[in-house]
């Protein structure tokens, strides 16, 4: 059964605190994307990765960090620099104009 | 950079059809995309655009203007199901295929 898994669904973390969000695709595409959603909003893209061991910014880069070893995993990791990290987080992955998301992460930092 | 607009909220009737516009300004344009996602789900993938027209897909069609920039998606015989929110999304950045997505349509479907 091909397809995205992020994990956890829902994540707490304390403010000051890295956490990282997992992302795993058996899909075999080349491109994965990571992608935040706030309320009420469209997705804004935060990093995007075209081959392993290769990645680019997107628009909202600042506070986060990403890495490509394996085709099938991007992990996003969100920083304590990352100044309102709270939001809806959303995996993607696609081999042409169509993207397959993830079930998503909901973060929550107190 | 970037900019899409449509409307944030639409009501239509059950049985009804239902248009959502979509105007961009954008450089490096490739094709409009329109998604759907229902609260709290993943956005799924409806349609694609890279030429100009019309572009059927079951009760779901989707056109492109690119003189005009302005596509829409029409939704035919509404179902309670398509209660959602709706993105269009311009695809720019060859091989890469960067989407930027507008701020969202949210459908309500009522009997």
């Known amino acids: 059964d091909g397809g995205i898994t992020q994990s956890p669904k829902y994540l707490f973390r304390k403010e000051g605190q890295n956490v990282t969000l997992s992302c795993e695709q058996n899909?075999?595409?080349?491109?994965m994307y990571w992608y935040r959603q706030d309320p009420g909003q469209g997705l804004r893209l935060i990093y995007y990765?075209?081959?392993?061991?290769?990645?680019q910014k997107g628009d909202i880069a600042e506070g986060y960090s990403v890495s490509r070893e394996k085709k099938e995993s991007f992990p996003l990791t969100v920083t304590s620099a990352q100044k309102n990290p709270t939001a809806f987080y959303l995996c993607?992955?696609?081999?042409?104009?169509?993207?397959?998301f993830g079930p998503g992460t909901r973060l929550t930092v107190t | 950079g970037q900019s899409l607009e449509q409307p944030s909220e639409v009501t239509a009737v059950e049985g009804a059809i239902v248009q959502i516009n979509c105007t961009y300004q954008?450089?490096?344009?490739?094709?409009l995309s329109w998604y759907q996602q229902h609260d709290g789900g993943a956005p799924t993938f409806l349609s694609y655009n890279a030429l100009d027209g019309l572009e059927e897909t079951g009760r779901f069609s989707s056109f492109l203007s690119r003189s005009d920039s302005y596509g829409y998606l029409l939704l035919q015989e509404l179902q309670m199901k398509d209660s959602a929110s709706y993105f269009c999304?311009?695809?720019?950045?060859?091989?890469?295929?960067?989407?930027?997505f507008g701020k969202g349509t949210k459908l309500s479907v009522i009997p």
């Open positions: 999304a311009v695809v720019s950045g060859a091989g890469s295929y960067q989407l930027t």
């Open positions: 993607a992955s696609s081999i042409n104009y169509e993207q397959y």
């Open positions: 954008t450089s490096g344009f490739y094709g």
């Open positions: 899909l075999n595409h080349d491109a």
């Open positions: 990765s075209q081959i392993v061991n290769d990645f």
